[in-house]
């Protein structure tokens, strides 16, 4: 068990039966009311993300989340395939629990997999990825002036918005936390 004062950034713990990882802690002291901790956890099986006030009494169960780096494999309807790479293992995971991590999954990909015991809760992908373009409309000349957008069909299927500079067939790298153009690769 751990108390309030130890709470701190990424650290799991269980709370009403879910497994949560704390997104952002702020401890507050209230004049004669004592001390209250106010924290904003992300449920690590669903992925929602929700707030909670506790008082600085309360005590929490500490949980280990694992992170195993695994390799992506295929897919087949909802499961998609992962290799452990210390132990060679296949983890089938379900597309519920990837969730948007989806749309940047292609053959030979690295990640890594959260594990609570032996259950697959989540993936961490790369901050941003190489992917090519499989579909935009052509740029002509002078598209630069404006500064605009155009979207663009990802090798993965992801649609995003890109410069209208950008061709079918660029290489362009992705920033997977909100699926922005970075730049070209």
């Known amino acids: 068990m751990i108390t309030v004062g130890e709470l701190r950034k ?23 009311g004592g ?5 904003k956890l992300r449920d690590l099986r669903s992925g929602a993300i ?6 600085a009494s309360e005590k929490f169960r500490r949980i280990r989340i694992e992170r195993r ?9 909802d499961m998609y395939h992962f290799m452990d790479q210390e132990t060679y293992e296949q983890r089938p995971i379900t597309k519920d629990i990837l969730g948007d991590a989806v749309n940047y999954l292609k053959d030979g990909i690295q990640l890594e997999i959260n594990l609570y015991g032996e259950e697959a809760i989540g993936v961490e992908l790369p901050l941003n ?9 052509p740029g002509f000349k002078g598209d630069t002036a ?5 979207p663009a069909t990802l090798e993965t299927g992801l649609v995003v918005q890109v410069p209208l500079f ?9 920033d997977t936390r909100d699926g922005s153009y970075i730049e070209r690769a």
């Not at 039966?17 to 002291?29: A, L, M, N, R, T």
């Not at 404006?146 to 155009?150: D, H, R, S």
């Not at 950008?166 to 992705?174: E, F, H, Q, Y």
């Open 35 to 39: 001390a209250l901790a106010r924290l």
């Open 10 to 32: 990424g650290v799991g713990i269980e709370l009403d039966g879910k497994i949560c990882s704390i997104v952002e802690f702020q401890h507050i002291k209230i004049g004669r």
């Open 129 to 137: 990825m190489v992917m090519s373009i499989v579909q935009t409309d």
């Open 166 to 174: 950008v061709n079918s067939g660029d290489r362009i790298k992705v």
């Open 50 to 55: 929700f707030d909670k006030t506790f008082s």
């Open 146 to 150: 404006t500064g605009g957008t155009k």
């Open 69 to 77: 780096p695994v390799t992506y494999l295929y897919n087949d309807e």
